[in-house]
Each structure stands twice: as structure tokens, then as C-alpha cells.
């Protein structure tokens, strides 16, 4: 009796000690809503070529915006990679940045990010989203940037042109 109780208190410590995974509908529905919202063509190499890199999916594009004025911004690296994505931030952390448009280190996000229209995510939809980030394997892509508006990007850009201008 006490071997068995041994092994069930062994099992249940392994259990709890194991980080807990989001189970596959939740992952499905943050697939569903990051597809929804377009969150790939920004942040995946290759999108604004026209050839995505399916196996660098949400690791960060390499075609930057300019916005006049406020200088260029490169989609960044989504992916759970600790060096370059998101992997050294909580959920919290990065709800909060696609909710307020502010990163953990104060940095406002491009203001071509639509967090405003993510922020009225339910909180089961936002924690969705994470835990479908957290599933992609991680991709080591540090992208460029972000540059001043006097500052050379090192990278392809797409210029924002207000009308009038030439």
C-alpha cells in the first residue's frame, strides 16, 4: 500500500511541477484570431514578397514601414525565441503590449500595430493568442530597427506617402 501511495504522490508532484500547456482548442482559437487579424502579414518573413516563410511563421519581417516623421518600424519577432521573439516576456506582458501599445520596457509600439482594435479582446481570447504564440516553434530573427526619421534603415522599407506629397 505505501509503494502505491508512494507512486501516486510521485505522479501527482511530476504533474503540478510540469508547465502547464494550453489545451489544443484554446491554441486553435489564438490560431484562428491571430490568422483573423492579419498578424502574419507583418511579422512573417517573406510576406511582402509575396513567398512567406511557412517555416518562420510570426518571426519578424524584414520590409519595414516609414511613417513621415516618426521614422521605420520592422514587424517584430513573435515567436517564443528567447534572444529575439517573445520568450523572455509573461502573458501578461504581452497581452498588455497588443491591449495598451506599450512594450514591457516602456517603448511604444508602431503606430501602424492595431492594438487599439485588440484591446476589447475578451480576456479568454487574449489569452488565446498567447498561448497559440507560445506553440509556434521558436525562430532566432532579430529584425531591424526600430529607426529614428534621421536614421538609415538597414532593410527593405515600405514608405507611408501622405497625400500631396512627392
Not at 91 to 103: L, M, S
Not at 137 to 148: E, L
Request: aromatic share 8%; proline share 10%.
Amino acid at each position: 500500500m505505501r509503494l502505491w501511495t508512494a507512486i501516486a504522490m510521485l505522479a501527482l508532484s511530476c504533474a503540478l511541477a510540469a508547465p502547464s500547456r494550453a489545451d489544443d482548442a484554446t491554441v486553435a482559437r489564438g490560431k484562428y484570431l491571430v490568422t483573423l487579424g492579419g498578424c502574419q502579414d507583418c511579422h512573417t518573413p517573406g510576406h511582402f514578397f509575396g513567398k512567406p516563410d511557412a517555416a518562420r511563421v510570426l518571426g519578424g519581417s524584414e520590409v519595414g514601414f516609414e511613417i513621415p516623421g516618426l521614422g521605420v518600424f520592422y514587424g517584430p519577432n513573435l515567436t517564443p525565441d528567447k534572444a529575439t521573439g517573445l520568450g523572455g516576456w509573461t502573458d501578461a506582458q504581452i497581452i498588455a503590449a497588443f491591449r495598451t501599445g506599450v512594450r514591457p520596457d516602456g517603448r511604444a509600439l508602431a503606430p501602424i500595430m492595431p492594438w487599439r482594435a485588440l484591446a476589447v479582446l475578451t480576456d479568454q481570447d487574449a489569452a488565446a493568442i498567447v498561448a497559440f504564440l507560445r506553440s509556434l516553434p521558436p525562430v532566432n530573427n532579430m529584425v531591424p530597427g526600430p529607426f529614428g526619421p534621421t536614421q538609415t534603415p538597414t532593410s527593405f522599407v515600405m514608405k507611408i506617402v501622405p497625400p500631396g506629397a512627392k
